[in-house]
């Protein structure tokens, strides 16, 4: 029988990801036709697409014809960007200008993920105007895209998000969920980092306000450029952890605060807070309060199963 397909199309790159899992699902659930692209982990649900190959992007936009884009794919994890430059830089920046090039061709509105990371954290709370400063290679290569992206299409939108935490498929996809064990794991005590401060936001917080960012433009053809949205919880990891903790009514005297700057890996801001009160004039953002969407994003990964008993009961 006849399935009423939503008029409102929508292509979802990095599908398969923590923050392209919740955009796919959010629009796919407010009448809108979603079709999500992954490369290693897309079938068989999405459409596997290396987003490399300027050809199969050609192709499946204009066989789609896609009113909105959001391009969520990027290597987003600092130290592997670090060791692995290129591979990085083709995807962060050579796929993006090429997508936002393709997204101008069927007169898609193409909305960038990009980072907080692209200022140095030294005085915040940063708008969109002020001016980017990364300190490490994934703030760079980010910051790169913004420019490939608005240079061949300068109708799309560019949205900075902070760290991000959501309904993971392996703790270790999230910076903030991967810290689950060390609180669950009480017997042996764990330092965690207490000097960078951090704005976790919950995916389908950022999966809302692409959903918002894009209605608003069908309505308006000025909304695009650069925008920020932001979790407004100030917090460090060790705070973090803390608050993981008390959810789930676990100990937390194992947890060290550590208040050194951080010597290994790559270069982080120390504070790289976003302002949001752009988005927020225009009526569009949600925010999930962090103990309640840590809750519901971890607690299938409870080890002692008597907790969740006292947890949900």
Not at 86 to 111: P, R, T
Not at 178 to 185: E, G, L, N, P, R
Request: with cysteine.
């Amino acid at each position: 029988e006849d399935v009423d397909i939503p008029s409102r199309r929508v292509l979802i790159t990095g599908a398969t990801g923590l923050l392209g899992r919740a955009v796919f699902k959010e629009f796919n659930e407010n009448n809108w036709n979603a079709v999500g692209c992954g490369y290693r982990r897309a079938q068989p649900r999405f459409e596997q697409i290396n987003l490399l190959d300027s050809i199969a992007v050609h192709d499946i936009i204009n066989d789609f014809q896609p009113h909105v884009i959001v391009h969520c794919a990027a290597e987003r994890r600092p130290d592997i960007v670090e060791s692995q430059p290129d591979a990085a830089s083709q995807l962060n920046v050579a796929a993006s200008g090429n997508l936002a090039k393709e997204a101008a061709g069927v007169g898609a509105f193409l909305i960038y993920i990009s980072t907080d990371y692209v200022f140095d954290g030294t005085s915040p709370p940063y708008k969109e105007t002020d001016v980017p400063n990364p300190l490490n290679l994934y703030g760079k290569t980010k910051l790169e895209g913004e420019k490939a992206v608005l240079e061949n299409n300068e109708d799309a939108a560019v949205l900075r998000i902070p760290v991000l935490y959501g309904e993971v498929e392996r703790l270790e996809e999230s910076a903030v969920t991967v810290m689950f064990d060390k609180v669950q794991f009480s017997n042996k005590s764990a330092n965690m980092d207490h000097w960078q401060q951090r704005f976790p936001t919950n995916v389908k917080d950022v999966a809302t306000v692409c959903r918002q960012l894009a209605e608003k433009r069908m309505l308006d053809p000025s909304v695009k450029g650069t925008f920020h949205w932001s979790g407004n919880e100030q917090m460090t990891k060790y705070e973090m952890a803390c608050a993981i903790a008390d959810a789930f009514n676990l100990p937390s005297s194992h947890l060290r605060p550590i208040t050194d700057c951080p010597v290994v890996g790559a270069l982080r801001p120390r504070n790289a807070q976003l302002d949001c009160s752009k988005l927020e004039m225009l009526g569009i953002g949600q925010r999930t309060p962090f103990r309640a969407g840590i809750k519901e994003s971890l607690w299938p990964f409870l080890v002692d199963k008597r907790w969740r008993q006292t947890v949900f009961h």
